[in-house]
Each structure stands twice: as structure tokens, then as C-alpha cells.
């Protein structure tokens, strides 16, 4: 299907991580939910970088995730395939410590996460691109690079450095935050490809297998998408 190949560029992107000799499989989640993972060519096993154990997490008096458990190791990609309402921006907001979890414990490099602060947890090894999120309003895009120390540009100068963050469309502003991530050894990346063109998901594709290289975790999540 041309149109699924057009929009889901990652099922390309597990097959050049895992390389000719790396391995990939799928394990089913509740309610119609898939974690796909990598393991890149050349890597064994390794450690544990990131638990999730028996997590519950609530939106209002809705159960989100229900006794969810999944375990993310060095140097492996992962990508969290699931239909809307799932769950996912939650997953990732309760992993990041911007919404509390009702159970459950979230372990990263064998500290327990539950009480940290999402700063604490940054200064750990924890980086998050949030779907949607937004930047300083204020701020150009040369100061906002400034204060997250993003010194080389990834979209090839495309974004204007005297541009105000108020002005950037919105795939101008998700290349931005690409470009403001902090280095971290788990990277968690909610629909990065929102409003990016073809051209700024090659590179953005580019990024990630070389995070990849260098042993750094990446999940990743993804819309259901009908094949």
C-alpha cells in the first residue's frame, strides 16, 4: 500500500537498524496495541535501561493503562504502535513525570523514577519530545538553540534563526524541539513526524539510527495504522 509506505516510514527504519543479521519482533499489548523492537546487528543482549511494572495510570475516573509492564534495553529502538485513546501520550507523560501514576514503578538505570521530578530524571538520562508540544512564544529560534545548547542546526538551516516562536508553523516548531533535545541515554518520542515534510523525516530518520549507533534506547510512538 503506497499510501502506508508514504506515512509509515518506520517500518523501513526497523529494517536498516536491524541490518542483514540484526533481529525485530512484535509482542502484542492490550487493546489492539503492538511494541515492535530492534536489535541492531552486531548487539546481544544487554541491560535494562528502562522498567515499567505493573503500571496503572488514570485520566480523570478513566483507567488508561491498566497493570501495563514493559522492559527497554540498551541500544534497542522501540515503537509502540497503538489506536488513538490508547494510551500513549499518557505512557510517555507518567514515564517523564508530568502525570502521576496511580501504581506501578517506573525504573531508569536502576533508580526507581516514582517520586523524582521530570528535571531530576532529565539530569538522570531521560529525554522527551512531547507530540505537539510547544515552544517559547517569545523566544527566536537562535535563543531557543541558545538556551538548550542544540549547536548544529539538523534541517540544514531551514528554520530561520531570528524567527520568534510565535510565528514558526507547526512543523517548523516540532523541528525546533528535534533540534532542542538533550543528549539522554533513553529517548522517548511521541508522533515525531507530526507536520514534518519527506525531506525533514529522512533526516529525522537519519537521527535516529545514529542514536541508535551510539547505544542510546529511542521508543517511539506511532498512530494504528490499517494496512
Known amino acids: 500500500?503506497?499510501?502506508?509506505?508514504?506515512?509509515?516510514?518506520?517500518?523501513?527504519?526497523?529494517?536498516?537498524?536491524?541490518?542483514?543479521?540484526?533481529?525485530t519482533h512484535t509482542e502484542k499489548l492490550p487493546n489492539g496495541a503492538k511494541l515492535a523492537t530492534v536489535i541492531p546487528e552486531g548487539l546481544g543482549d544487554s541491560q535494562s535501561v528502562l522498567e515499567v511494572k505493573v503500571l496503572v495510570v488514570k485520566r480523570g475516573i478513566r483507567t488508561v493503562i491498566d497493570r501495563l509492564s514493559i522492559n527497554l534495553k540498551k541500544g534497542h529502538l522501540y515503537i509502540?504502535?497503538?489506536?488513538?485513546?490508547?494510551?500513549?501520550?499518557?505512557?510517555?507523560?507518567?514515564?517523564?513525570?508530568?502525570?502521576?501514576?496511580?501504581?506501578?514503578?517506573?525504573?531508569l538505570k536502576g533508580k526507581e523514577l516514582n517520586t523524582i521530578p521530570t528535571h531530576e530524571r532529565i539530569k538522570i538520562g531521560l529525554a522527551y519530545l512531547r507530540s505537539q508540544q510547544s515552544v517559547f512564544s517569545s523566544l527566536s529560534v537562535k535563543e531557543q538553540r541558545k538556551l538548550s545548547n542544540a549547536n548544529i542546526p539538523l534541517f540544514d538551516n531551514s528554520l530561520n534563526g531570528k524567527s520568534k516562536g510565535s510565528y514558526l508553523s507547526g512543523g517548523e516548531k516540532q523541528k525546533l524541539l528535534i533540534e532542542m533535545l538533550p543528549e539522554a541515554d533513553v529517548c522517548l518520542l511521541d508522533e515525531?513526524?507530526?507536520?514534518?515534510?519527506?525531506?525533514?523525516?529522512?533526516?529525522?530518520?537519519?537521527?535516529?539510527?545514529?542514536?541508535?549507533?551510539?547505544?542510546?534506547?529511542?521508543?517511539?510512538?506511532?498512530?494504528?495504522?490499517?494496512?
Open 1 to 23: 500500500d503506497d499510501k502506508t509506505k508514504e506515512v509509515n516510514p518506520f517500518h523501513d527504519l526497523l529494517r536498516q537498524i536491524a541490518g542483514e543479521n540484526g533481529k
Open 80 to 107: 509502540l504502535e497503538a489506536p488513538n485513546g490508547w494510551g500513549k501520550s499518557s505512557l510517555l507523560d507518567v514515564i517523564a513525570g508530568i502525570h502521576p501514576l496511580e501504581s506501578g514503578k517506573i525504573i
Open 192 to 227: 515525531p513526524m507530526i507536520g514534518l515534510d519527506k525531506g525533514s523525516i529522512e533526516k529525522l530518520v537519519e537521527l535516529i539510527k545514529q542514536m541508535i549507533e551510539k547505544g542510546k534506547t529511542l521508543l517511539i510512538t506511532v498512530p494504528e495504522y490499517k494496512e
